[in-house]
């Protein structure tokens, strides 16, 4: 697998349902970040985790992060049609700067 | 304070022509990031930028690929000689940091480049 590898790659739910979505790294990391995109629009960042952090809130989303297992996961609870869109989780390397982004998880919520 | 600033939003050229793509950065944030994103897929790094400076090119295509930063202006991505398989949706992106810091980076609308 490769750096920032989401699962799954696509959910489908109704609204009100919360909507899980899981990312595995291989690589040390300093940070973790998770981004949403709407279909043909840039990235919109959402939460940033740091490698000594184990949760993190921010409104209806919620963040863990498991060093040991290199694994990440956003959860996004009471979910609404509007949250409709592909979530990418990004890591920032312990050298350099840039993020290396997964492929993506595809997330539809059915009115 | 306005967001990271990409044009054009899109970009048709023919085979064999240039496309030059440029991206503003935020207000006071000296280092930009191009990413390249094939539909259905997620964003490959391909080059970091300061003002003047290359920093890391490492996932830029060694041939028909440029870019740069100057003291003045935008920041250009430059393909020569465009190819069907350059179509994309370009992405730029900024932060107030660079190396070593741990900070959110801001992304821009994209540019979407076809190639007919």
């Known amino acids: 697998s490769q750096q920032g590898e989401e699962d799954p790659q696509a959910l489908s739910i109704q609204e009100g349902e919360n909507a899980t979505m899981n990312c595995s790294y291989k690589?040390?990391?300093?940070?973790l970040q998770w981004y949403r995109q709407n279909s043909g629009r840039g990235l919109v960042h959402l939460i940033l985790?740091?490698?000594?952090?184990r949760e993190k809130h921010s409104g209806r989303l919620r963040v863990t992060l498991d060093t040991s297992k290199k694994s990440s996961s956003l959860l996004i609870t009471a979910s609404r049609a509007a949250d409709t869109a592909s979530y990418f989780c990004?890591?920032?390397?312990?050298?350099?700067?840039?993020?290396?982004f997964g492929e993506g998880t595809q997330l539809t919520v059915n009115p | 304070n306005a967001g990271v600033m990409q044009n054009p939003r899109h970009l048709v050229r023919r085979r064999g022509q240039e496309a030059r793509l440029r991206c503003s950065p935020m207000?006071?944030?000296?280092?930009v990031y191009w990413y390249r994103q094939l539909p259905e897929e997620g964003l490959k790094f391909m080059v970091y930028?300061?003002?003047?400076?290359?920093?890391?090119e490492s996932g830029m295509p060694k041939e028909r690929f440029s870019a740069e930063f100057p003291k003045e202006g935008p920041s250009i991505l430059r393909i020569q000689q465009v190819v069907r398989g350059d179509s994309a949706a370009y992405f730029c992106?900024?932060?107030?940091?660079?190396?070593?810091?741990?900070?959110?980076?801001?992304f821009g609308q994209g540019t979407r480049l076809t190639v007919v």
């Open positions: 992106a900024s932060s107030p940091a660079g190396r070593g810091s741990i900070t959110e980076a801001f």
């Open positions: 690589t040390s990391i300093n940070n």
């Open positions: 985790i740091r490698s000594n952090e």
């Open positions: 990004a890591t920032g390397g312990t050298s350099g700067s840039r993020l290396t």
């Open positions: 207000k006071g944030h000296s280092h």
């Open positions: 930028l300061q003002k003047e400076n290359i920093i890391d």
